[in-house]
């Protein structure tokens, strides 16, 4: 059976680019190994949250990520396997790697989740959240101009 590991954290754009793979006839024979990750917490909430209380809700969180994916991915009958990211994504890779039944495939993973950037540019007549970099690009130029007039 093959393995591949995919990292999540919102369940529409997983299933967007998981959508191709689950197509594929070998899908049928496909374990799955979902990793939820987690948002953040800023430090001023982690600093009144104890560590129960945010290991509670993130497994919660996650529950509720899972139950939007995995019916998708069982649909062909495939086997899937929840986890959730406690530390960095790199050793928990390596463990998933370690686990898996045969020692001569390396198990491909695919990065599901919601890139963190929005495009450049005007959305909907106004200007997306790239404004602030424009802002800057407009004071820059305006400090080179003073300092060349001087």
Partial sequence: M????????????????????????????????????????????????????????RTKWADKLFAQIVPTLQAPSGAVTTVVAKGPLAELTAQLQADGDSMATVAPVVDARRPKSEPVGRVDGRWSSASGTLGSVLTGFGVLWVLALE
């Fill in 2 to 57: 093959d393995r591949v590991i995919v990292y999540v954290d919102d369940a529409a754009y997983a299933q967007q680019v998981l959508a191709p793979l689950c197509g594929r006839p070998a899908s049928a024979r496909t374990h799955w190994v979902l990793v939820a990750c987690a948002p953040r917490m800023t430090h001023r909430v982690s600093k009144w949250v104890s560590h129960s209380t945010r290991e509670n809700w």
